[in-house]
Every structure is written in C-alpha cells, then in structure tokens.
C-alpha cells in the first residue's frame, strides 16, 4: 500500500500509517555479515522506549517544516530515516561526549531518557523556533547540544567536529593522568562521533580518522567511537557503492563494525559490542550504520531533480520508523492499532508543547544577537608559579641565559639543550633556499621520541 502524493513529509507520514493499520510492514534486513556471537533480543521495555524516541523525531521534523511554512521557524533539515541513533544512544552513558551529526535528534532525545528532568521536545523546539530560552544555544541557531547531556553543540559544517572529537578522547586519557581541577567526564568515558558518508571524503574526517588510528596505533588511549551514518548520498551526489566500508574497513589502529540502522535491535547489539570494546581497551573503533534519508537534504531541496521516482520511493519504502513498528509489534505485543495509537499521541503531546512555547521571546536586537554566550569565569584554585631557584634546578642554565633573548623556535624545541637565536646552535642547521630548508646530515629531527617532522 503506498500513498501517493507531491509533498514528501505529508506521504511518509500517511504511508506509515496506512501501512500499519493494513499491517504492511517491510522484512527484516541487516547490512552485512552477521556477527552470531551477538545477543539480538530486545525486551519490550526497551523497543517502546526507543520507538518512543525514533517517534518523537519524526514529529519534530514535520513540526519544524510546518514552523518553516508559518515563518515561525528557520532550519528544515531534519533527521527523519536516521532513527537508528536512539538504539546507539541506549547503549552509551549520559556522561559520554557525544559529538553528533546535525541529524541526530533521535540520539539526543533517547540520551534524555537517561537524565530526569530534561524535556527534549522543548528544549529541541525552543531551538527551531529561535528562541531566546533555547538552552544550548539561545536563539542564535538550530543545533543538537545539551550540557546536561554531555553534548557539545556543533555546526552543520561536515566533519568539522571530527578532529575536536579526537582531542576529547585524548584528553580523557590525560585527565585519567594528570588530575585536573575541572575534570568533566569520568575516567572511563569513551566519547562518540557521528557524522555522514559523504563526510568520510572531507579532508577534516581523514585528518580525525588517522590521528585516531596513528594514535591508537602506538599504544596510546584514545576512547572514540566513530559513528558513520551511510544514508548512501550526499546532499545530491550518491556515494559509490562500497565506498565507506572498503576505504575503512582495513585502516590500521582503528576497528570497522557494520550494522543494519534501520533494525533496532541489529544496532543496538552491534553498538553495544563497539561501545563496550571502546571503553575496554581504550582504542577507535568505527561503526558503519546503515540508513536512508527521507524528504530530501532539507526544506528547499527538490529531490525529485536528482534521484528518480524509484529511487525515493524505494527509501519511503524502508521508512525505520515501519521496521520499527514490526519490532515493537513483536518484542511488546502492540497491536497495529496500539502502534498508530502510539505515533497519535507522541504527535499531539509534541503539538500541546509546541503552543505553550509559540510565543517564546527571540533574539530582536542586534547586540542581543551579539553577546556572549560564554558562561561567567569559574572559581580556580590559585596557581603558585615556580621560584626562580626551582626553574633553575629544573631547566638549567642554558634556560635561564636564554630568558630574555629572541628564540627560535624551530632550533629550541628539537636539539638536546637550548640553543637559541642569535647564538651558534652546536649543530650546523642548512642555509634556506628559496624559502625552503634544505636537507642537512646534521639536523637531529627524528631523532629522539616526540619530535616532529615532515614526511
């Protein structure tokens, strides 16, 4: 049964429930190999949770186009066919860092379920609405994030978060080391990223990816779980088939997992495994979540000028939210009615929220819009710098010369004492040439941990 209608929003949302009703819902499916040491039960309990998030996103998506239609709202893309992410959600903690991608909704409304007293349908439509009381970033621009959750907001610059991803796994292991006043998230938090498959290709995804597994590599921690959602096309270029399994499945220092994401319980026990492997060994491991995307990239976009009716109505047709009802219908024993029933009222509490809010405050001025959203300066306990007796003890005479002069440095940070421009370095460095130094037998680069080169 398919309805057939020009506006895509509208026609999801009446397939799904006339597929429901008439209990005309998709097969199960899984992506890849199946890994049979994994336990694929899902509890009823669980599946109507999840369900429960991946239903609230999909309402949040068609109440942010219709803000968009009244101009009361700005931001359509939305995250409907990636609601998958509540099931990797589930298996993390509130107090792992989860750097997302602009279309993970569903990941951030199942992390609520983990923290009393956060309402996401609020605070996700205070933030469509531009409202001054959006608490992650207060009217200035529809972001995931939330403090409380230990979501950091970010932009919808592909792969821009990637590399700041890396940085917080490192500085987990760190902390672990060095103690430091405000720690944030505990010794054993393992930090997740997510991002699309289009993202793979962007040079800030590739610097993160072999930072990561360089890292990794030579015993370091590095507690990341790469999230790659492979919806299989980027805004309206389709990404080669195999592209992202074959280009990450072999890397070295970082592990590669495939799950099927429009199958809750698929990828809830395949990220439950990569979970668990991040926080037990402290190494990368790349998860490749299968997906699709409905309704286009976002509100402006026509996909119908770029993919073919077959090819959309193919994607419409693996809708996650109907693999879903099937899992519920089984792991719960809903009805199909008890599933619509569901869907109706997530609806309609999402809608009475949305009108308490309407008529929130937004940013009018223009140095409303400017100022600051740095929070106050926080106490720090005084630190007592060394005296000059200990930094002498500690650094040596060559440093304590060297205080006051110019220093290069290039020529400081890589010979085995201080030796700093003008003086004479104690090895011959090369003449520059055109602007570029030349090779030189006597350079130490290389030579001794730590030091960093070309190559």
Not at 264 to 272: E, K
Not at 356 to 363: F, G, M, Q, V
Not at 383 to 395: F, G, I, K, T
Request: proline residues 7%; aromatic residues 6%.
């Amino acid at each position: 049964m398919c309805v057939v209608l020009s506006d895509p929003v509208e026609r999801v949302h009446r397939n799904f429930l006339a597929r429901v009703e008439a209990g005309d819902l998709p097969p199960a499916r899984v992506a890849g190999p199946v890994d049979d040491t994994l336990d694929r039960e899902l509890d009823g309990t669980t599946a109507l949770a999840l369900f429960r998030a991946q239903v609230l996103s999909r309402h949040l998506d068609r109440l942010a186009r219709e803000l968009r239609a009244a101009g009361d709202g700005y931001y359509t893309i939305g995250s409907s066919g990636h609601e998958g992410m509540a099931a990797v959600a589930a298996v993390l903690r509130p107090t792992d860092p989860a750097f997302l991608h602009y279309r993970d909704a569903a990941f951030q409304i199942a992390r609520s379920g983990q923290v009393p007293g956060v309402d996401p349908a609020r605070d996700l439509l205070l933030s469509l609405l531009a409202s001054r009381h959006d608490p992650i970033a207060g009217g200035r621009h529809k972001v995931l994030g939330s403090k409380r959750l230990a979501i950091p907001p970010q932009t919808s610059t592909i792969a821009s978060h990637l590399p700041k991803a890396v940085g917080a796994a490192y500085s987990i292991g760190l902390a672990a080391e060095l103690g430091p006043e405000h720690r944030a998230w505990p010794d054993d938090a393992i930090v997740v990223a997510s991002f699309g498959d289009a993202s793979v290709n962007h040079a800030s995804a590739q610097a993160a990816f072999n930072t990561a597994g360089w890292t990794a590599y030579q015993g370091v921690a590095l507690p990341l779980l790469f999230v790659c959602e492979d919806n299989g096309i980027g805004i309206s270029v389709p990404t080669p088939t195999g592209w992202v399994a074959n280009s990450m499945g072999q890397r070295a220092g970082l592990r590669y997992r495939s799950c099927d994401g429009l199958d809750l319980a698929d990828t809830l026990a395949v990220a439950r495994a990569c979970a668990d492997e991040v926080r037990r060994t402290r190494r990368p491991v790349f998860l490749h979540l299968s997906c699709v995307r409905l309704y286009g990239h976002a509100g402006a976009d026509v996909e119908a000028t770029y993919r073919s009716a077959g090819e959309i109505e193919a994607s419409e047709g693996d809708d996650p939210l109907l693999h879903s009802a099937r899992i519920v219908i089984d792991a719960a024993g809903l009805s199909p009615s008890d599933v619509v029933e569901l869907y109706q009222e997530v609806e309609g509490d999402a809608r009475r929220t949305l009108d308490a809010i309407r008529d929130t405050p937004r940013l009018r001025e223009r140095e409303d819009v400017l100022a600051s959203l740095v929070p106050p300066k926080r106490a720090c306990r005084p630190a007592r710098p060394p005296s000059d007796d200990e930094r002498l003890a500690l650094l040596g005479e060559g440093d304590w010369r060297t205080r006051e002069r110019p220093q290069s440095m290039a020529n400081c940070s890589t010979g085995p004492s201080p030796t700093c421009w003008p003086r004479t370095p104690r090895w011959s460095w090369p003449v520059r040439t055109s602007g570029r130094r030349a090779a030189s037998t006597g350079s130490p680069s290389g030579s001794r941990p730590g030091s960093v080169g070309g190559g």
